[in-house]
């Protein structure tokens, strides 16, 4: 019943900026965290970051912070991740996941709900 649906990706060169959108349906009123991961080809899945419903807990992997932030419109039941100094290193597809509860994880396994993706390219 829960859906997650991103958009937003594209192309970029070094050192330019997207916004990606996650748009959730499905959920009830409740306490919940949303992330972002992303997966390069070849590579594993890896966390990229993590907002609390409040908004006021925010966490970051060490590869993007201080370039990306995380965000969410409760309202909107939308939630974003402004990428700024873009790297090549940054090109994967990046997922939208949520999880119930109000405690942040960067295990992709704590995540039951997932979006399809979209993908991010970082090229001049």
């Known amino acids: 019943q829960v859906q997650l649906v ?26 919940d965290v ?16 993590a907002i ?22 409760n309202a909107k039941n939308t939630k974003y991740l402004q990428m700024n100094s873009l790297k090549p290193e940054d090109t994967a597809v990046y997922y939208c996941a949520a999880r119930l509860g109000s405690d942040i994880y960067t295990s992709s396994n704590e995540y039951p709900y997932w979006g399809q993706g979209t993908q991010v390219t970082v090229s001049s």
Not at 34 to 49: C, I, L, N, S
């Open 6 to 31: 991103e958009s937003g990706g594209g192309l970029a060169q070094p050192g330019g900026s997207l916004r990606l959108s996650c748009a959730a349906s499905g959920f009830t009123f409740s306490s």
């Open 52 to 73: 609390s419903w409040s908004g006021i807990s925010t966490y970051y992997a060490d590869s993007v912070k201080g370039r990306f932030t995380i965000s969410r419109d």
């Open 34 to 49: 949303m992330g972002w991961y992303r997966q390069a080809p070849g590579k594993q899945r890896e966390f990229v970051a």
